[in-house]
């Protein structure tokens, strides 16, 4: 249900996109956002997109660099990916709740019943 893909190796400084096809029951879900999983690192938070209050929040260590946005039409959540570093370098997966998460709750992977296969982004320095 979840399509990750746009990930590949960029050099530090440099941009990716990332997109996340989803299917109609998880695009109009409660939250749609992005893990990432580093080398030898647990998974942890990246973006999110809450639907009903149409707002986006993102973890203070891509804050500024990276943007999370949809396409409503084509059913799309992109994470816009700038200025990135080696320590970027990471598998990214799109995630979904159904639920409309608080704050609190957005930064918590077991928050997130579906998951996408991730996509590979590394950064050389």
């Known amino acids: 249900q979840l399509q990750a893909s746009g990930g590949g190796l960029v050099q530090a400084g440099g941009s990716l996109r990332l997109s996340c096809a989803a299917s109609?029951?998880?695009?109009?879900?409660?939250?749609m956002g992005w893990f990432r999983q580093p080398p030898g690192k647990e998974r942890e938070f990246v973006a999110a997109?809450?639907?009903?209050?149409?707002?986006?929040a993102y973890a203070a260590s891509v804050k500024d660099r990276f943007t999370i946005s949809k396409d409503s039409a084509k059913k799309m959540v992109y994470l816009q990916m700038n200025s990135l570093k080696p320590e970027d370098t990471a598998v990214y997966y799109c995630?979904?709740?159904?639920?409309?998460?608080?704050?609190?709750?957005?930064?918590?992977?077991?928050?997130?019943?579906?998951w996408g296969q991730g996509t590979l982004v590394t950064v050389s320095s």
């Open positions: 995630v979904v709740s159904t639920r409309n998460l608080i704050n609190s709750a957005l930064f918590s992977r077991t928050q997130y019943e579906c």
């Open positions: 109609e029951r998880t695009f109009s879900s409660g939250v």
């Open positions: 997109f809450r639907w009903a209050r149409n707002t986006a």
